[in-house]
């Protein structure tokens, strides 16, 4: 979420197309003349050519990071506590979600300590 999607951090893209030839999209610079290619070749997963090669922006990682796990049991007070921690101006590197089947069975296979008598949980990495 602070970083933005995938195609954000993405400033150039070398793809070999499906008649074997090599093209360059974006450029080094963080803005390039002509139409944006880069969001639909970076979400295609493959199906308009192959990715060989990515220049990405470089970014400074954070002085500190902290994981935080909130268990909520109703869908509308964890949308209103995304809501609340942006208000307060608090940008997260990433919220993640899972509902009651998905902390189950993450659970279940990794042992991970969540909490399985919510209905929904609502994970704030900041």
């Known amino acids: 979420m602070k970083y933005g999607l995938t195609v954000h951090n993405i400033l150039q893209l070398k793809v070999v197309t499906i008649e074997g030839e090599l093209i360059t999209i974006g450029s080094h610079a963080y803005d390039s003349a002509g139409y944006d290619l880069l969001a639909l070749l970076t979400g295609s997963e493959g199906m308009l050519g192959v990715i060989v090669e990515v220049t990405v922006k470089l ?3 954070a002085p500190f990071s902290r994981v935080l796990l909130a268990a909520f049991d109703d869908i509308e007070k964890a949308g ?7 208000a307060e101006g608090i940008i997260p590197a990433g919220f993640e979600m899972m ?10 296979f990794v042992h991970a300590g969540y909490p399985t008598r919510c209905r929904s949980d609502l994970v704030m990495r900041t």
């Open 59 to 61: 970014i400074p990682k």
């Open 80 to 86: 209103n506590a995304v809501a609340g921690v942006i």
């Open 99 to 108: 509902d009651k089947a998905g902390v189950r069975a993450v659970e279940d």
